[in-house]
C-alpha cells in the first residue's frame, strides 16, 4: 500500500510541477493575405487552387471503438497545418481522440492554443490543473462539451466499460502537444536530478525512465 500511495504522491507533484506558468506560451500570428499555400503550390496560376486545397478527409475513414474489438489504447487523429496546409495562418485545427474503456490521455499541454473538446459518444472524466495548482474536474457525456484552458496541464480517461469519442477544436493551427511524463522521463533528464525533485529514489525514476522514454527513431 506504501509504494501505491507513493507512486499517487509522484504522478500530483508531476502534474503540480507541470502547471506553474508557462513563459513560451503564444499564438498564432496574424496573416496579411486570405490563405496560405505551401511553398510547392507558390507561383501556381489562381484557377489551379480550388476547393481541394481546402477539403480534408483524414477523419471519414476512422472506425468507431464500438466497432473495434480488442484495442486498448487511447488514439489520437490529428487535423492540423501538418496534415491539412490550407489550416497555416487560420488559428484553428481538430482532433478525433478515441477511448477503448479504461484508457487515458496522460496529462499534457498544448502551450499555442486552448482546446475545446465535445464529447460525441459515450463518456469521460477531465480535467486540469490551473497556475495556483487547483485540480478542475468533470465527468462528461454525449454531447457535453469542456474547454482547457491554454497551455495548462490537463487529461482526458475513459474509467468505464464501453467506448469513448470525441473531437477536440484547437485555437491554432499548430497547437503542439507537451506530454507531460515523457517530457520529465522520456527526454534524458538526469535520473539524479529527477530523484531530488520529486523526493523519490533513484531506482522509481530509472523504472519510470524505461517506461517512457520513445524508442530510438530508425
Known sequence: MASINSYYSLVLVVIALASAPLTAVAGDPDILS????????????PMNITGDFFTYTGFSNITMPMRMPGAQN???????????PALNGQSVAYAMLKFPSESVNPPHTHPRAAELLLVLDGTLSVGFVDTAGKLYTQDLAAGDMFVFPKGLVHYQSNPGQSPAVALSAFGSSAPATVSVPVSMFGTGVDDAVLAKSFKTDLPTVQKLKAALTPPPKK
Not at 34 to 45: A, E, K
Not at 74 to 84: G, S, Y
Open 74 to 84: 487511447f488514439t489520437v487523429t490529428k487535423a492540423t497545418m501538418m496534415e491539412f
Open 34 to 45: 486570405d490563405f496560405i499555400v505551401p511553398t510547392s503550390m507558390i507561383g501556381m496560376p
